[in-house]
């Protein structure tokens, strides 16, 4: 199951480097992969994040396609831009879209919108949750382990 999350905001940075500015200014253990340039991402986005490759996608959207997806969400005002971060149930990607989304909406001035939630972050909260997320994470991950066991046949 894929899980979104969307930064809203009325600008963009002018590049990847100015975005992975704005990941080391929050400390985050996360570089984002610059084959890309910022204003072509559509698809899958990789990163090194502590140490580890991951990734996620990551895509330029039309703000009236969310607002049109979301029409009870109050999104405060009106806003230009949507970079939207998908991941599929992975630990590690979701932990990455979470920094790499905190840092864009930080350097944006933007709002975090998490449709599953069905909440929007301000830049600080976002840093807040990704800090949640890595407190919460060693639970998470034994939490999947033991899916994963009991989903597993015995022989």
């Known amino acids: 199951m894929a899980m979104e999350i969307y930064v809203i905001s009325d600008n963009k940075p002018t590049s990847i480097s100015t975005w992975q500015r704005a990941i080391d200014l929050e400390g985050f253990d996360l570089q984002l992969s610059t084959e890309t340039p910022f204003d072509s991402l559509e698809g899958f986005l990789p990163v090194l994040s502590g140490g580890q490759m991951t990734g996620f996608e990551c895509d330029h959207w039309a703000i009236d396609d969310v607002i049109g997806t979301y029409p009870d969400m109050d999104f405060g005002r009106a806003w230009r831009c949507v970079l939207a971060f998908r991941w ?52 998470m991950q034994e939490a999947m382990h033991e899916i994963m066991r009991r989903l597993t046949p015995k022989t």
């Open 88 to 139: 599929i149930g992975d630990l590690a990607e979701m932990h990455a879209a979470w920094m790499a989304a905190a840092a864009y909406a930080q350097a944006v001035d933007g709002i975090l919108f998490d449709p599953q939630e069905g909440k929007i972050f301000t830049p600080r909260q976002t840093v807040d949750a990704v800090h949640q997320i890595e407190h919460d994470m060693p639970r």
